[in-house]
């Protein structure tokens, strides 16, 4: 069985010290973590410990992040060192990549960012150690080599001296030697013709493991084998080598974040990491300093400077995730941005120029919300330059056993129960289902079966039926529709939002898009009585 990974975690807080190691574990990574507080303990462990790879936070009680990544170069200067803070100033960042992290991970963002991170720094930390492997074989051959010809050449001038003492033999012992020189100088420039070809094959071999590597992972999230499906992915390597605007349509729930983080991950920008802006997440006067920044004093309540998504995905590419939510106001501002790669700070009349590549994702009909007037014209045609539409669930039926099964090993693991198959009803009345929340529906429906699932055979535990309003009520609006069902969710759990059997979980959002939804929709938790 192969080691795990040694961890290393700089964090004074436990609760943030367990999301991380929550998130390496629900990555399936095979690792033995120790968290330290403190200075002393960090260098202590640093030495026993002997880690393969460091997390640490940027801003400690006791300690600060930047002197543990000062340390750790110092005296290992080969291990891996990341960054996981709450917020990080462009100088700063600056200053730990100067230093030698190798990444930085904003909390917010450590479902999506923390993992990958690993992955890449674990990936060119083995590519670093098996170069040096190499150069070391290469170095001692080299030094072999060296040392035949020194002491064939100590030989050879011993039987020169010795020869000489005879001088009928001179003539007969010169040719000998010459042409053992020039037999022994063929064999070393073939011996060393040999290397030289050795090394160039470790080159190309070299070169070719990291593209199998990428080429295994740049879809590992996607499942499925429809001809649909290998059609979107086909699109998506097409288009991920250019800078051209990606526009990805689709309901909700269909995986179109997947798209868009596969096509990032292909693309010459894959070493920075992947941007993404929930614009239905944001209230509408937070979005604009979220994209572009503010400076300190901007509007009440603006404390400090913030640095904007834009400048953050400098070089990189940014998502912009349910583009059809964002406010008409700041629509206007976009498409400067996308048109002129320039903006300004809220605050400031400084102009920023940045280099993005943008890949936006709505599940909204565009052309319809422009006719409506709700969507700019002219930002939707700069946005559709070339669009992919991720067909849903129900259009790809033959995917959902893949899927189905990749999930029930997921949750199983999870739950910690021997899940080995599925009925066939239950495969059967999975595919004859239409999915309207497509594949976040399929998720949730199969992880609630491997909890109830009492034996090794996965049973589905509801019936799979699309339940409509009688048709005697009157039609409700969207946002009617969203509150009724948030509210009902809650109710169901109880209303508790995080963890497992939580609403967020139940509805397949984040617990803090839950709560922005529910401060928008005026949902509050009722009061509980006392007993009289």
Not at 335 to 352: A, C, D, K
Not at 382 to 391: D, E, H, K, S, Y
Not at 452 to 464: A, E, F, K, N, Y
Request: proline content about 4%.
């Amino acid at each position: 069985m192969a080691e795990s990974l040694r961890i290393l975690i700089l964090e004074d807080s436990p609760t943030d010290a367990e999301l991380i190691q929550f998130e390496l574990q629900e990555a399936e990574l095979s690792f033995t973590a120790k968290v330290v507080m403190t200075e002393s303990d960090f260098l202590r462990e640093l030495h026993e410990f002997e880690p393969a790879l460091i997390l640490s936070d940027y801003d400690l009680s006791q300690y600060n992040g930047a002197l543990a990544l000062g340390e750790t170069r110092r005296r290992y200067p080969d291990i891996p060192f990341i960054l996981v803070t709450g917020a990080i100033s462009e100088d700063h960042a600056i200053e730990i990549f100067t230093q030698g992290a190798k990444d930085y991970v904003l909390k917010t963002r450590l479902q999506q960012r923390l993992v990958p991170a690993v992955r890449r720094a674990l990936a060119e930390a083995e590519e670093q150690r098996a170069r040096k492997r190499a150069e070391a074989e290469l170095l001692e051959a080299h030094r072999t080599l060296e040392e035949k010809v020194i002491i064939r050449t100590a030989e050879l001038k011993a039987e020169i001296s010795a020869r000489r003492k005879a001088e009928e033999a001179l003539q007969k012992t010169h040719d000998e030697l010459e042409q053992q020189v020039e037999k022994r100088t063929i064999e070393l420039r073939k011996a060393l013709s040999e290397i030289k070809a050795m090394k160039k094959q470790l080159e190309a071999e070299n070169i070719y493991f990291r593209q199998e590597n990428e080429s295994r992972h740049r879809f590992e999230n996607i499942v499925g084998q429809s001809d649909g499906l290998k059609y979107i992915l086909y699109r998506a390597e097409q288009v991920a080598p250019t800078d051209t605007t990606v526009l990805i349509l689709g309901e909700t729930g269909t995986g179109k974040e997947l798209i868009a983080a596969a096509i990032h991950n292909m693309s010459p920008r894959k070493e920075r990491p992947l941007i993404t802006v929930n614009c239905a997440a944001l209230p509408g006067n937070l979005i604009e300093s979220e994209l572009f920044g503010r400076e300190k004093g901007a509007f009440t309540g603006a404390d400090t400077r913030q640095i904007g998504r834009f400048e953050i995905a400098n070089g990189s590419t940014l998502c912009l995730d349910e583009i059809g939510e964002l406010p008409l106001e700041l629509q206007a501002k976009l498409l400067r941005v996308i048109q002129h790669n320039e903006f300004e700070r809220l605050g400031s009349s400084q102009t920023i120029k940045v280099d993005v590549r943008i890949i936006a994702t709505t599940n909204r009909d565009l052309e319809e919300e422009v006719r409506k007037g709700r969507f700019r014209q002219d930002l939707y045609y700069r946005l559709n330059v070339f669009p992919i539409t991720v067909p849903p669930l129900r259009q790809r039926k033959e995917d959902i056993p893949f899927m189905a099964h990749a999930f029930i090993e997921r949750y199983a693991r999870k739950v910690g129960k021997q899940i080995t198959s599925i009925q066939k009803g239950t495969l059967k009345a999975l595919q004859d289902y239409s999915w309207p929340g497509n594949v976040r529906e399929l998720e949730s429906v199969i992880e609630r079966a491997a909890i109830l699932c009492p034996g090794p055979v996965l049973q589905l535990t509801d019936q799979l039926e699309i339940s409509f309003p009688p048709t005697s009520s009157p039609m409700r609006t969207l946002e009617e529709t969203e509150r009724s069902q948030i509210h009902k969710i809650l109710s169901e759990t109880r209303w508790r939002i995080e963890g497992r059997n939580g609403a967020a979980s139940i509805l397949g959002i984040h617990p803090s898009t839950l709560r922005v939804r529910m401060h928008k929709l005026g949902i509050v938790r009722p009061e509980t009585k006392a007993p009289d």
